[in-house]
Each structure stands twice: as C-alpha cells, then as structure tokens.
C-alpha cells in the first residue's frame, strides 16, 4: 500500500494558533460574496475535516459546532442548520482518522467525499424539514469541488509542520 | 473499589456521547429559532462576532468594483450623460405637471378631508451580498439600528419594491426578497383595484398571486402595486406584472405567475422607507365581529 511504499515524513508537533487561523481564513473564504455560483467548495467543512483527521485531540465535535453556528449566523440561515451538519463531519472524521491516513491522497479525497456528502445531505435534509425548496442537484457540486482540493489543503495545511530538507551527514535520520 | 484508568489516558466522554449532546443543541436552537424566535439573542451576539469577518470578506469584491469604476471609459461616461440629460427632460416635463396635480390632490383630499399622505423618511442603503444559504432569498445591506434601521420596513429600488427588513443588526440589516418563499405582500391590480396577496415563488425569482378566485378579473401583463392596506408598504409602489395565467376547472383558484418589477437581483443602491406612523388602533376583537357580521349578508357577486 501506499503507505509503505512513499517515504513518511515526522512532522513537527502543530500550533493551534496556526489551526485557528485556517479554520478563521476558511470562514473568510465562505463569506465572501459568491451569490449564486454553483460548485463553490465548502471550504470551512473542507478544514474542519482535515484537521478531525490530522487532529483529532486538538479539533473536536465541539469546535466543529460553534463554527457552524458562525456560518449560520453570517448567512442569515437557519441557526444550528450548518452547526448540526458539521457536528457531524467532524464525528465521522473523528471515528475514521485511523483509517484515512492510511491510503494515497486520492483515496483519502474520496473518503472525505463521501464525509462531505453526508454532511450535506443532513444539511439539506434540515433546510427542506424547515420549509425550503430542493435548491438543485448543483448543490452537492460543492462537495465534489472541495474533495478534489483535499490533496492541495493536506500540503498547505502540513506546511508550518514539515522540516526543512536539509540533510545532515552526521544524522542517521 | 472502581478501577480508573490513569488520567495520561483520559480523553473525556466518547465521541458518540459528544455527537448526542451537540447534535440535540442544535436541533434545539433550530426549533427556538424556527418555531418560537427565541433564539434571536443567539444569533445577534454571533453575528457581532462574525461582523468583522464579513467585512474583510466582502472587501475582495469591493476593491474590484472600485478599480473598475476607476478605469470606466470617457465613451461610457459619456452616453450615461446623454441618457441622464434625456431622462431629466422627461422628468422635468413631468415635475411641471405634478406640482399642479399636488395642489388639485390637497383640495381634493381636504375637500374628502381625508388623512394627509406624508412623505416618509427614507435611508439610501447598499447591498453587502446575498446569503449563501440556498434555502432562502435573502441580502444584506449595509445600514442597521444604528442608522435607524426597524425590521418590518419596506425596502424598495427606483422601480418597485425589493422586500422588506426582516433582521436588524447594529451596523447591517436583513432584508428578505419579496421573490423568498416565506415572504407575502399585500397588492392590488392597477387595472380595477383587485386586492390580493402575493406570495414568493422562491428558487425561480417569480412570483405566484395563489389564493384568487379562478373568474377573477386578471389578465395578463397587469400591473400589481402595493395596495398599502397594511400599513408597511405605502400605497402604489409597483411590485410584479403578471405573465402567466392557468385557470383549472379542476382547482377553486386560478394559477398566476408573476415577474417581480423591481431588479430584485440586480440593484445595489436601495432604499428603506421609514414604517408610517400615527395608524389607527387595531379594533378590539369584539368589535371586529360584530364589523364582520353584516358582511356575510352581502350578495355574492360584490367581491371587495
């Protein structure tokens, strides 16, 4: 597999501030003003789920939670719509991050697909119990969007965590 | 004696039992906020909280509308001066007319002594950005209670109304389309002055006039105003022209769509007008029966 045949790296202990920071700019991201655009990647969903998987001591059920609630309060949605979706992103890539890790980055993107899907989907779900019409299947392009950039995020997101390449010769690692 | 796990172990209650409580605490506060709007309080300090963040967001686009204003050609500039100075002749034929028609409506109305129209106070505002969520039809502008900005004020363009003010937040204001499904406004056709309400069509940015009696004088490309009986929108201000009728044997009310006047998703600079003041008491619910009670006596064929 994959995982034996690449090189690992050790990667150095991780900063929340640095954690807070993606989560903050990701929001930033989804703020903007995109109007009706289809296929526009769930970018906070897309962070939550990286660091669930990369993170899971340090980003919880919990965050994922109350940076829903700000999704939906800079909306103007439903309050709890995108906080009860993401409690949920944020639990199924807690119970897979084992898993995850463990396949090539394509093979991790479509296990986050899936996540996103689901995540959507409750969301959806929650918006038609309340009332609102099926938006269209160009909805869940946003996801799709988003899984494609999963190899992208995982080399950004690593970044501040990597070594410098420099080889020491006096070193056997 | 219990047997502990050391606490170097411990990672606090299982993911499934974080899952529940979170998962219940937001079905909560979508029930609160959807059923009760007890959840408004919520929702304000979180929108205080993502204020600033919505502002560094929309700069991106702000910055490009400004470049593009900065590079706009001599030749554009110049035929919207053509066409303005061709507007203001209009206009400045009408304004010549209207100050007699003014003078001959204040005779009239103190001949009726009828209650004088006063012109409300409005505020110029701009649209910020439209919601994300698909769900609703909704923007947000960039006045709030700070500027004296009330929910349930109308909110209209230089064509016909836009929607009304539905949140209001110290420095923005939510103001959900007249196009939203959950959005009703009170009209009536130009033509013969049929009251009817309008109801939002949602995703398809039209409109539907649901509710009217299948012979129902209406016809296509009339023009629907506010009728004003409620009180929010004043009088007269166009709303929607009608595009299509289907009237079913099968179904006690005629199927009506419309196309909304105004540029719902066009416009940026709107304005808010200010609710009217000094209405009338609402009469009391005895009262209200016994006013309803005569009305059933009246033939049929006397609709309004």
Known sequence: MAYFEQPQRILLPVNVGYMALTVVLALLFNLMPWHDLVGVPDMVALVLAFWCVHQPRKMGIGAAWFVGLMMDAGNGALLGQHAFGYAFLAFGAISLHRRILWFSQWQQAAHVLILLLVCQALMLAVGMIAGSPFPGIGYFAGSLVAAALWPIASFVLLLPQRRPDSIDENRPI | MSYQPPPFFSRGPAPVVRLGFFVSLAVLLMVLDARFRYAEAVRETLALLAYPLQRIALAP?????????FFTTQVALKRENEQLKSKELVAASDLL???????????????????????????????LYQGRDPFSRRVVIDKGSGQGIEAGQAVIDDVGVIGQVTRVYPWVAEVTLITDKEQRT???????????????????????????????????????????????????LPVAKVT??????????????????????????????????????????????????????RPKGGKN
């Open chain 2, 97 to 127: 007319t209207v100050e007699a028609l003014r003078a001959e409506n204040a005779q009239l109305r103190h001949v009726l002594e009828a209650r004088e129209r006063i012109p409300r106070p409005a505020t110029v505002a701009e649209i």
């Open chain 2, 61 to 69: 686009s702000e910055l490009l509308g400004g470049a593009s204003g």
């Open chain 2, 244 to 297: 299509k009728i289907e009237r079913d044997a099968a179904s006690y009310f005629a199927k009506i769509t419309c196309i909304p006047a105004a540029g719902t998703d066009q416009n940026r600079q709107v304005l808010v007008l200010a609710r009217e003041t000094g209405l009338p008491a609402r009469p009391l619910e005895g009262e209200a029966q016994s006013v309803t009670a005569p009305k059933q006596k």
């Open chain 2, 186 to 236: 009170p009209v009536e056709v130009v033509r013969n002055g049929l009251r009817a309400v309008i109801y939002g069509g949602g995703d398809k940015g039209t409109l539907d006039l649901s509710y009217t009696a299948t012979n129902a004088d209406v016809q296509a490309d009339d023009l629907l105003v506010t009728s004003g009986i409620d009180g929010t929108y004043p009088p007269g």
